[in-house]
């Protein structure tokens, strides 16, 4: 798609190069987003098969999964295909790590210190997180929980299809239709819920912006300054679940995403924004940037604003994330589209950038705290990337103003969801 609408022949020798540098590092980044995507669902898979082919290993005993980075290698030595599973959704979670640390590298190549230092203060969150809070927080024995049949699976996976091709659509982390649907059919307890739900929000970010990446539609220097905000909210998100119940944050947030429609529903028909001019901290950041749209036929150059606004909304976005396994994509994708001015693409693109990176950071700890059943978390692994890959395809078809109608209902849907959850658990 990109190489058919072409950046005009007017830049010096020096902004060529850069730019060179620039897109090469978008590649690079978009493969190892592939890479870890494809590896995680082969060895899933692999697992998978396992466990439903050989005769008793569904049984009750064998219910029992590794959730500490120290359990796995002699859980796969003992031959548990739930081990292997759980490898393959470790391999899921570390994908947007080392997204994250290619970046570094990089950034580095473009010689851009500023997004260096940005970037490693991000990694050193993500990893911070991983060992060393995980560790501390999580707890031992896991609940047992019964056998999911080899039917059930295939429900949630076909569910996290359309969960994976919403959410890459715009922006959102699946969920959405993940964790009622884990809860309300299946039973689920909501903590494993919402540590699966965490899985797909990962899964969708990785596989949806693999592509975005690729095709330039992200704005990686805007994800990576936010991703700043959202991976210090979602630590603190992850351990607010541990002592707070999230039913009047479940309220809160639903009250808010449906106060935040209406200057949606003002501009539904806007295709790019008018009259941004980079503010003071755009210019220092070089956030302001370009992407080529198919539908419009050309490149598009846009500005970034009110970029203090954003940074501070996308902090109380991984709070939300980090508490309730939602991803926080709505409010991710309203700071950017409303706050900070970005094209409808760019935000719902840059936000599927995003919140893999926020999903990782309180990932660690659901992971220690025995909270990602593999049994469940595996059929939404490969159902929501299946869907974000679909997704990211349709995408590129949309104009601005078909994504913000998209949107908007969708917001509607997520803000009741949160509603009648919160009363729901206020009033039982």
Known sequence: MSSNLEI???RNPADSRQLSLVRQAE??????????????????AVGAVLYYAIPGAGGVASLSYPHT?????????????????????????????????????????????RYVAITTVVLALLLGSVFILGSLFGHGPIETMRPVGLGDFGIIAVISVAAGLIGSL???????????????????????????????????????????VRDEMTNMRVGMFLEI??????????????????????VIFGAVLLISAIPLIVKIGEELPVGVKNDRWARSLRLG???????????????????????????????????????????????????????????????????????????????????INPLYAAPVAVGVLVGATLGAKILTRFTNATVRKVFIPILVIVAGEMLIRGVAQLLG
């Open 289 to 371: 940037s370009h992407y080529p749209d198919a539908t419009l036929a050309r490149m598009v150059d846009y500005e970034v604003t009110n970029v203090p606004t954003g940074f501070g909304l996308m902090s109380i976005a991984g709070v939300l994330s980090g508490l309730l396994g939602i991803g926080s994509g709505t409010f991710k994708v309203l700071a950017m589209d409303v706050a900070m001015r970005l094209p409808m693409k760019v935000s719902t693109t840059t936000s599927n950038f995003m919140i893999g990176v926020t999903a990782a950071a309180s990932a660690g700890i659901y992971f220690q705290r025995g909270d």
């Open 229 to 250: 905000a959202t991976t210090i909210g979602a630590i603190g998100g992850a351990f607010l679940a541990i002592i707070i119940a999230p039913a009047y944050l479940f």
């Open 27 to 44: 590649i690079v980044i978009s493969n190892v987003l592939r890479i870890g995507v494809f590896l995680s669902a082969a060895v899933i």
């Open 8 to 10: 005009p022949e007017n």
């Open 170 to 212: 715009v922006g959102l982390g699946g969920g959405l239709l993940v964790v009622p649907l884990l809860t309300l059919v299946f039973g689920v307890y909501p903590e494993v819920a919402v540590g699966v739900s965490i899985v797909s929000v990962i899964a969708t970010s990785s596989g949806a912006a693999a592509a975005y």
């Open 69 to 113: 980075l120290g359990e796995v290698l002699p859980a796969l030595r003992a031959g548990n295909f739930q081990a292997i599973i759980t490898l393959g959704l470790l391999i899921l979670l570390a994908t947007p790590i080392v997204r994250v640390a290619v970046s570094i590298v990089a950034f580095l190549l473009e010689g851009d210190w």
